[in-house]
């Protein structure tokens, strides 16, 4: 792979110093160009992101949304494959971007993802796990979203590629469990902001099946004490969104 693809790899960062530099190697043997989008980090981000030749823009944080779609006028190439800073593409993935950057056959394509955790990566926790995430400048890529959960979206035919990218998400458990409680926060503020109310339905029923999705239909517990962590983290996850929408509406009570 001595010849750069007509590719520009996408990347928002803030303190991912002990990340970046894995996320890079394994991809800037082929992208012709790296823009990296930091948000003033105040570790050693931005000096690893120049080590690999990335084109750095500083800006205050926006949100996911905001900052992702602030990425795609900075790129120059045909391709856009946008990365986040935990991510790594494994070889046959590498190997399938190259043939459809060579050959397009779509506009954009859906990569799938694994997460490595607790030293293996899982095979069936969080799954089915597949992002629109390489595409071309000229299908008019756009980010969409609320508080969370932000998704990709382009004009034109999209495909599947083989391979995956491995998902280091996590640092260790009480990493995983403090992002949790994060999300959950901002998921319960997503939906407040909806006007979606509370019940105790939800808030006692939507955490068992949220488990019982992720660790027997979906068979999580193949991938051992990694996956039964997963699960429960899943059931933690669901409680906390609907705990804290109960708080936002009692707080709103009180106000009133």
Known sequence: MDNKLDLSVAIITFNEEKRLGATLESI?????????????SQDRTVEIAKKYNAKVFQEQWKGFVAQKNSLTSKCSHNFILYLDADEVIS?????EI???ISKPYADGYYLRRKTHYLGKLLNYAWQKDERLRLV?????????????HEELFIKGKTSLLNGYIIHYSYKDIKDHFTKTINYANLSAKSYYNKGK????????????FSFFKLYILKKGFLDGVGGLIAGFSAY???????????EMYLNKKEQD
């Open 28 to 40: 800037c043997d082929i992208a012709s160009e790296i823009v990296v989008i930091d948000s003033f």
């Open 91 to 95: 070889s046959e993935l590498k190997r």
């Open 98 to 100: 190259v043939k459809a």
């Open 136 to 148: 071309k400048k000229s299908a008019e890529p756009l980010w969409k979203g609320e508080i969370v």
């Open 197 to 208: 109310k509370p019940s105790i339905s939800k808030l006692v029923f939507s955490p068992f």
């Open 236 to 246: 933690v996850y669901v409680f906390l969104k609907y705990a804290f929408l109960w």
